[in-house]
């Protein structure tokens, strides 16, 4: 049976079975499975998700006797298999998984008793070089050590009160109208890294909504159909006239708009590392995709739109999370009105 790996996720691959159908096969210690769907498409990722956590959970099972009472790896344990974790998105379930373990990779032995808040503050300081990373395992420990006090495992959350670090900046550098005009002027419309770069741009979506985008997901001539796959929010979007012109060379036939060179959908880290390289071909060493969404609402509060306007597109919940888009547009707007009517008085 042939077998290639091609853009999957983690011990996944392609198989080829005796009728010629080409399936995506699931294989680690021992574990096999086949998964149906689109690769990366939310039931794809649910069957991923509970392929690793059997996988996960057989080896805490292994190893369960050794597992302490009441220590931190006992916790994990039981916060993996709780309903608390098992209804989070998968993308998010990794995500959280990943903070976890590195967590308990330290403090794995430890009791959870023991854990004052001194001990957090020690904990979450010790990344304070990198606010983000800091931040992250806070809202993280947060969830855990809530769920160890429904157990009885703890009086208290000893992370209660402790204050978030202040980010050192804004996050992904957000494109300039210059920036823009390079990479249109390095590729042209018709050309996958143009074809990126413009679902990216006028839909201001995250680049995991981008890629499952496809001609399924067109309800009208001017409409795009976008499933937020981090917070499930429903958008309708209109197709911008220049990303129209984009999509009249993808075939009908593709899964997705965006497609590898051997014709499989992108992963997300492969994405990004692809066109990292486009950006790097039209001298853009600090634009990213995350950026363009950026720009997309930078643009969006430059015409005046409102916070709510500007949320109906990118399908931000908390209006708090765009305000700063309306906020530096406003400034300047109102500087403008404020130097014009001191003229005004002057005269």
Known sequence: ??????????YCCYSIDRHGKRRVRFQRQGFSTYFTGTPWGEDFMRQYAAALDGITRAAS??????????SVNALCVSYYRSPDFNNLKASTQAMRRNIIEKFRHQHGTKPIKGLRREHVDEIIGAK???PEAANNLLKVLRVILTYAVSLGLIAS?????IRKY????????SWTENEIAAFEARHDIGTRPRLAFDLLLYTAQRRSDVLRMGWQHVVTDDLISVQQDKTGTKLMIPINPMLRLSLASVPRTNMTFLITERGAPFTPPGFGNWFRKQCDLAGLAKCSAHGLRKAAATRLADAGCSANQIAAITGHKSLSEVAHYT????QERLAR??????????T
């Open 1 to 10: 049976m042939l077998r290639t790996k091609s853009n999957l996720p983690k």
């Open 61 to 70: 099972n292994v190893g369960e006797g050794r597992t302490l009472p009441g």
């Open 128 to 130: 304070s070089k990198t």
């Open 157 to 161: 959350n000893p992370t209660i009160g």
């Open 166 to 173: 202040k980010s050192r900046g804004d996050g992904f550098h």
């Open 327 to 330: 906020r530096a547009a406003d």
């Open 337 to 346: 009105q404020a130097l014009q009517l001191g003229g005004v008085r002057r």
